[in-house]
């Protein structure tokens, strides 16, 4: 069979947002297809230096079919208009992927997603005579003060809006039109949402629809259905809340920073799989394992509210295994039959002394497990001076998720 070859485009800097690029990488490169090629066009500035470059490549040694080239913006956006302190100057970058990227089409993606799906069919949506491909941006396209933003953001209107955080990108067609070139003369304008809008701006009336699953943004988690106002069918939104297959943490909470990050679990399972996890585990183990494992938010009429609950719904997508069977195994069974969830087996590693059944749940030895652990999640109910000893033996079997959990965990 022959090899499909896609061209994925970031833009990253030499702060730590270049460390999560990587995690978006490893994203990708799980869920691809065996015969699926990935070319990823890394944009930089010139302080993304040669040592920053092979310490990224490092990361990825290894991997595959997989290239990864290095694109020098220099310094051209070194003191652009940036209106949130959360944003980066590199957002400016993909403004000039039509004169550096030489191929025929390109997928953009912003540094902080999370890809839950093979790229090739997003790949091969038929762009025509348009210059890009997104999803609609609802806050933008329901604005009360429409005609004022249009004016700053020099659109005729809002109706085509998208975000620019993933981009289908029809570069043939854009070096055609000389497109970064009327990009950059909209630099001086220093527009509210900056390169958004200036892309929108220039791309106007050549634009084209993505299903919102394609840019899940979590900023819109806890809109309710009648606040998108028929932008996207009841079908589109379920699908894509339910079943992501781009996520985008476009919002200033960002899973690596805060346990409160809506959809947070996709993100720390591709990080634990990843060579990052160490970094991030070290930056975040106070408050890691008890956080990630067991917030629980408020109730609200939302397609979110089906994903950020108790165990961020691991009940209701994944398989639940429970190690140990003490008075903490027996704590954390009471705890997840309050939310009506009960564990296919309490999972030990030797059977001698413990019982065959602890509230109705079968004890048995991990040896014992049949096919398909990579579909269970392991939650490890010992005391924390085991774990390392457990997560060690557990590492042998292909899990889909292994999560300890702290000692400072109790059932409230």
Not at 51 to 64: E, M, N, Q
Request: hydrophobic share 40%; aromatic share 14%; charged share 25%.
């Amino acid at each position: 069979m022959e090899n499909q070859h896609i061209t994925v485009v970031y833009a990253t800097s030499s702060d730590d947002t270049f460390i999560i690029t990587i995690i978006s990488i490893y994203s990708i490169v799980r869920r691809r297809k065996p015969d699926t090629v990935v070319d990823f066009v890394i944009l930089t500035d010139d302080y993304f230096n040669e040592d920053l470059r092979r310490k990224f490549v490092k990361y990825l040694d290894g991997v595959p079919k997989i290239s990864v080239i290095f694109k020098s913006v220099g310094q051209i956006f070194e003191n652009v208009f940036l209106q949130q302190d959360f944003i980066k100057n590199s957002t400016y970058f993909r403004l000039l992927i039509p004169d550096i990227v030489d191929t025929e089409k390109c997928l953009y993606l912003d540094y902080d997603t999370i890809v839950c799906t093979d790229l090739q069919e997003l790949f091969d949506v038929d762009l025509m005579d348009n210059y890009i491909a997104g999803v609609k941006a609802p806050s933008y396209q329901l604005k009360h003060k429409k005609e004022s933003y249009c004016i700053q953001a020099k659109l005729k209107d809002l109706t085509q809006y998208v975000n620019a955080g993933v981009l289908l990108m029809n570069l043939k067609k854009m070096r055609e039109d000389n497109i970064t070139q009327k990009f950059l003369k909209l630099l001086p304008c220093n527009m509210l949402s900056q390169d958004q809008d200036i892309i929108n701006s220039v791309c106007y009336g050549k634009i084209i629809y993505l299903p919102f699953c394609y840019n899940v943004m979590t900023k819109y988690a806890n809109w309710s259905i009648g606040e998108y106002d028929n932008l996207f069918t009841y079908e589109e939104l379920e699908d894509a809340w339910n079943q992501p297959k781009i996520i985008h943490f476009a919002d200033r909470i960002k899973p690596w920073n805060s346990m409160e990050c809506i959809m947070g679990d996709y993100w720390w399972n591709v990080c634990r799989n990843s060579p990052m996890w160490q970094f991030f585990y070290k930056k975040m183990e106070n408050l890691f394992y008890y956080s990630l494992a067991y917030h629980q938010s408020k109730s609200q009429k939302s397609f979110s509210i089906k994903r950020d609950r108790t165990l961020f719904n691991l009940f209701w997508k994944r398989r639940l295994l429970i190690y140990g069977a003490g008075d903490r195994a027996k704590q954390m069974l009471n705890y997840l039959s309050n939310f009506n969830v009960i564990p296919e087996y309490i999972i030990v590693s030797n059977s001698f002394n413990n019982p065959r059944y602890i509230n109705g749940v079968q004890v048995i030895e991990l040896r014992d497990l049949e096919n398909e652990i990579r579909d269970y999640t392991v939650i490890i109910a010992t005391t924390e001076k085991f774990h390392a000893e457990i997560i060690n033996n557990l590492l042998k079997y292909d899990f889909q998720e292994i999560i300890p959990v702290s000692d400072s965990w109790s059932m409230k």
